[in-house]
């Protein structure tokens, strides 16, 4: 006998399945699945569309299942309940209209930077230039604050945070 629940999230699966196909413009939607693939992105898409880890959660046990499934599949801990400590877009939106963008990407993104009239964000070895992970944002001429070490899971977020500013204002 199914369960009620295996039939819902099938359902919300396939539903997502064919309204979203993993591209630059869901990304930038969705920044924290803009580094998932196949499975993991279907789950991270359902998550974001339950509120999964948000104050909104409409459906805490499905969003329970889906953070299993996405943990059991990637081996890490779903995107979308990782923060950037330093920034997020609202933050990066108060700072006013960004006039330039640099992403560093490899295999493992390195990180990537910001500016706005007067102003830097940034996370990965951008911020300090050395090899050690960190995440930043302030005014030029000022020191920037600047969390350090930070995990590659909180820099992908960071850096997804970026791209997505990046990418609704041209870059």
């Not at 997502?16 to 279907?42: F, I």
């Not at 996370?123 to 920037?144: F, K, V």
Request: proline share 5%; glycine share 12%.
């Amino acid at each position: 006998m199914i369960k009620k629940s295996s039939l819902l999230l099938a359902s919300i699966f396939a539903y997502w399945a064919v309204l979203y196909t993993p591209d630059v413009a869901a990304d930038s939607d969705l920044p924290h699945c803009a580094g998932s693939t196949g499975a993991a992105y279907g789950l991270c898409l359902a998550a974001t569309h339950l509120g999964c880890g948000t104050e909104a959660e409409t459906n805490p046990q499905a969003c329970s299942r889906i953070e299993e499934n996405y943990l059991r599949i990637t081996g890490s801990m779903p995107t979308w309940l990782v923060t950037c400590p330093c920034f997020d877009s609202e933050l990066i939106q108060q700072q006013g209209e960004i006039t330039q963008c640099e992403i560093q990407t490899s295999a493992i993104p390195d990180g990537g930077s910001f500016a706005w009239n007067g102003g830097f964000g940034c996370t990965g070895t951008a911020c300090t230039g050395g090899n050690e992970l960190s995440c930043g944002i302030g005014p030029i001429g000022l020191d920037l604050i600047i969390v350090s070490p930070i995990t590659p899971e909180e820099n992908e977020t960071c850096l997804a945070q970026i791209i997505g500013a990046c990418a609704d204002a041209g870059f």
